[in-house]
């Protein structure tokens, strides 16, 4: 973009007024050519292919995702406070287990241990076959 600028410019240079500055000219012709080119064809083109040739982590239905994500969600604030704290600091955080036992000031090991009966509340409330949001993370 600034290339074409630049090099417009210079084909044209004799059309500049010197009514400003050539730094504010020259900002000017690019903001305007920058919203020539978002409202050109070739630009709404390539969006709309690289949305179909690439479709959101191989074809995935991103709304499913989105809800399932949500459920998690929704049953993780459900368990009692001392999974809950461990969960969200580990899996949202990504802190490890020894920055989050310091954190809630007990040993990692306790950390771990709440972890593993944490999952398997979460495992129990999110009785479901297949989560697609899971399946890649």
């Known amino acids: 973009m600034i ?3 630049f090099l417009n410019f210079y084909r044209k240079f004799e059309q500049f007024e010197e009514r400003s500055s050539l730094k504010t000219y020259l900002v000017k012709i690019t903001i305007n050519r920058s919203k020539d080119y978002l409202k ?9 292919t690289n949305n179909f040739l690439n479709p959101a982590k191989k074809g995935r239905n991103r709304v499913v995702e989105q809800d399932e994500k949500l459920e998690i969600a929704d049953a993780v604030l459900q368990l009692p406070l001392k999974y809950r704290e461990v969960i969200i600091y580990y899996y949202f955080e990504e802190l490890s287990v020894l920055e989050v036992s310091q954190i809630l000031s007990i040993s990692d090991n306790t950390v771990k241990t709440r972890l593993r009966k944490a999952r398997a509340l979460l495992k129990v409330r999110l009785k479901h076959d297949e989560w697609e949001v899971l399946t890649n993370e």
């Open 40 to 48: 050109s064809w070739r630009y709404r083109k390539h969006i709309l």
């Open 3 to 5: 290339q074409e600028v």
